[in-house]
């Protein structure tokens, strides 16, 4: 039996699991140990794990059904063998992209929220990693919805926003996209702006991405200044937990309450993340 050891790595959210071989089975006390960590802690990080693509699709498929990977800009998966695993990475080969979002900040978002389900958790695993750059942050939604100053909290109420399936993290069109320019038109699911969190049941702000999001209902302007005034607030410095990647990290995260951005990193160097997803239920507005 695993003796694990969970050490929290800032304190809104993040905890490092120690203790544990991930290439190993895992017993049902440990998981159960693991998965109380996890929502005690929303971002996990185990570091010093080399897993093969068959041992992480495994061990994703502890956390629930896999997810595969939405549309990227080149229409295919990266991975033949593997459709289930995405491939985040800048490396080209033959002048091909061997992975999605490139060496430039992919903006702050949550996954795939532009569809009906998205995905209820995300793994990334670092496979090649730059010396420095290429930082990935999570900001705690659970967290900026409980410090919402009250006037915000009753603007929102009720309220759902567009979710823009245009545009990827790192600003690139997803395959068969055409641009949009007014966000009352873009493509994408409407989801409640506070939602109910599939396993705590607790509130959670549910912004998706800033680009081409609109509060339905609303005059344009009015809608642009109260999510400018949301973004803002849900990505203050102290909701974060700030991941430097070392070789062979492994971090888990929460997709339904949690946001992420990443940080740009030199072109030239190599960075190289294998990575999985979670099937979630449908997105449930708080309270209904
Ligand atoms: C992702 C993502 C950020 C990173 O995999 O969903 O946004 O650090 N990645 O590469
Ligand atoms: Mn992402």
């Not at 994408?188 to 939602?195: D, N, R, T, W, Y």
């Amino acid at each position: 039996m695993n003796r694990i050891t969970v050490t929290p790595l800032a304190p809104a959210l993040g905890a490092e699991i120690s203790g544990i071989d991930l290439r190993r089975p895992i017993d049902a006390d440990t998981l159960a140990e693991i998965k109380q960590a996890w929502a005690d802690h929303l971002v996990l990080r185990f570091r010093g794990q080399l897993l093969s693509d068959p041992q992480l699709l495994a061990l994703s498929g502890l956390f629930g059904e896999l997810d595969p990977p939405g549309p990227n800009p080149y229409g295919k998966p990266f991975l033949s063998d593997f459709p289930e695993i995405n491939v985040i990475s800048n490396v080209k080969v033959g002048g091909e992209p061997i992975g999605n979002l490139g060496d430039g900040e992919a903006v702050w978002h949550c996954d795939m929220t532009y569809v009906a389900n998205p995905p209820r958790a995300a793994m990334l695993h670092a496979l090649e990693v730059p010396e420095s750059g290429g930082d990935t942050f999570w900001s705690n939604m659970y967290l900026a919805y409980q410090t919402l100053p009250a006037e915000m909290k009753a603007k929102i109420a009720g309220r759902k926003a567009i979710h823009d399936s245009t545009y990827n993290s790192a600003g690139m069109m997803r395959k068969g996209m055409k641009a949009i320019t007014d966000p009352r038109e873009a493509p994408g699911a409407h989801q409640p702006l506070v939602i109910q969190h599939p396993d705590t049941g607790r509130a959670a702000l549910f912004l998706g991405r800033r680009r081409n999001s609109y509060i339905v209902g609303m005059d344009l302007p009015a809608s642009e200044a109260l999510l400018d005034a949301l973004w803002e607030h849900a990505t203050r410095t102290e909701f974060t937990f700030r991941q430097q990647w070392r070789l062979h990290d492994l971090i888990l995260w929460d997709n339904r309450c949690t946001l992420h951005r990443r940080d740009s990193f030199d072109p030239d160097a190599r960075r190289v993340m294998h990575r999985t997803q979670i099937k979630g239920p449908a997105v449930v507005a708080f309270g209904a």
